[in-house]
């Protein structure tokens, strides 16, 4: 509307002065006419020329801010759609992880089919050199109890050592102050799995027999002694046999079979 009010104002000005310069005209001699002409030429060309300027450029400062006004409106239509697109990927990344928690408690069922489970999440962990434990979101309510094996898709993890309505904590085998009755699968000698201080994924076997032959990549699995973890749950392989001058303080390193440090989905036996 600003651009078609001057451009109004622009051609009423130019009409006046082609009036004006008409008048001027008739009253001047036909000797004089090639004059008039050249005067009426130096006058009138370079003002229609500066008006013709300047209605182009308001006319193309008109078209600017439109064009502006569309970029801005576009960019807020992106804007708006970029933000339903993330909304609908951060629903779809939900999904993904609910599925995939779904799958692993599938695996774990079907895997340990021969015991009755609680399916739980890890949602805290402490891990220092005094102690290592998980926090569970699952409790009484749940039917969780103390002393309960906690398994995972890989092996043994640890057992319920205290609960509270909603949450059960857990003491995981590669606590400091863990123990595991154990057996080394491939020729059935028993030892006991203790954690260390460094609490990292390995165990010191000790209480080794002095005739058991003990090898790199055995596997170790518990054997059901002690009154808190099943018989036969994996728990790891030998990585390390130490000998030592008195056979009977030889030990072996034991890597666990579970990753601590990436474990989310546990199940916990309740039979």
Known sequence: MFGKKHSNVIGTIITIIILILLVILTNIDIKNLSYAESLTSS?????????????????????????????RKENEELTKENSEL????????IIKAENT??????????????????????????????????????????????????IADKGLVGHVISVTNNTAKVQVIVDSSSSVSALISTSNESIICKGS????????????????????????????????????????????VVDKSNITDRYAIVETSVDFSKLYTVLVINN
């Open 86 to 93: 993330e909304t609908k990927l951060r629903e779809l990344e």
């Open 197 to 240: 201080v460094e609490n990292d994924s390995t165990l010191k076997a000790t209480y080794i027999d002095t005739s058991a032959e003990l090898l790199t990549g055995d596997s170790v699995v518990t054997s059901g002694l002690g009154g808190i973890y099943p018989k036969g749950i994996t728990i790891g392989t030998i990585k390390q």
């Open 43 to 71: 006058i009138i060309r370079p003002v229609q020329n500066g008006f013709a300027m300047l209605k182009n450029k308001v006319t193309g400062n008109k078209q600017f801010f439109t064009d502006l006004d569309t970029l």
């Open 101 to 150: 928690t779904l799958q692993e408690y599938m695996s774990l069922t079907d895997k340990y089919k021969d015991f009755k489970t609680i399916p739980a999440n890890v949602i805290d962990r402490d891990v220092s050199n005094y102690s290592s434990t998980l926090l569970l979101n699952v409790g009484k309510d749940d039917g969780v109890k103390e002393n309960m094996t906690v």
